[in-house]
């Protein structure tokens, strides 16, 4: 054991005695890293097995998601054909009030609906041509308008019924960020063909659709 007098004396043996003191500290702390290190592994390893598996099951989802993209289009384009069951409950014009009410509570847009001179029914496809491309409508405003305000009129106009859906947003987007906007335009004017109607979209302050379908008098049935 070193005193204070033998250090004053001769200190070679303290330095030595506190090197081999140093190195058997460090010794011990090493060993004491490698025990930790030893137990952490089956941990580490497990972890990594873990990102792994996850890495994998996100890479599944996304190939899911992407076969699932078609049949999804195919059934939303199916849904479109659809007669909703609401028309037959409550007749057209409180489907679509209900619509609209439905679209500014869901998306913060204020839309408002109006009707003149509509027959209380009116042919079950004039009804569901109606509904759908008011649906569409409605759904381009909310992707691609940047629109805060957004107004909807049903009127009789002599022999056919005119759908307008006007908008105060951006107008019309010639090159959309995705193709919905011009799949829905496709669409509507696909329907409205189909019934010897007619489509116009103009641009100005925003976008205006309007939309005449053909109603032959002895087909409405008015209240």
Do not use: C
Not at 47 to 62: F, T
Not at 115 to 122: C, I, N, S
């Amino acid at each position: 054991m070193l005193d204070l007098r033998s250090i004053r004396e001769d200190p070679e043996p303290a330095r030595a005695a506190l090197r081999r003191r140093g190195a058997a500290d460090a010794l011990d702390e090493l060993l004491q890293l490698d025990g930790r290190r030893r137990e952490l592994l089956p941990e580490l390893e497990e972890g990594r097995a873990r990102r792994n598996r996850v890495s994998e099951e996100i890479a599944q989802l996304k190939r899911e998601g992407k076969d699932a993209d078609q049949p999804i289009a195919e059934m939303r384009e199916l849904s479109q054909d659809l007669r909703p069951s609401a028309l037959d409950d409550y007749g057209l014009l409180p489907s679509l009030d209900s619509q609209v009410k439905t679209f500014t509570e869901r998306h913060g847009i204020v839309a408002t609906f109006s009707a003149a001179g509509v027959p209380e029914r009116l042919p079950a496809d004039i009804e569901t041509a109606v509904y759908r491309i008011t649906q569409e409508a409605l759904t381009n405003v909310v992707r691609h308008a940047g629109a805060r305000h957004v107004r909807v009129v049903l009127a009789a106009v002599g022999d056919e019924i005119e759908l307008e859906v006007e908008d105060d947003g951006v107008g019309i987007v010639t090159k959309p960020k995705n193709g919905d906007a011009g799949t829905g335009l496709i669409g509507i004017r696909e329907r409205v063909r189909a019934l010897g109607g007619s489509v116009a979209l103009t641009s100005g302050s925003g976008a205006h659709l309007r939309v005449r379908l053909p109603v032959a008098g002895k087909r409405a049935m008015r209240a």
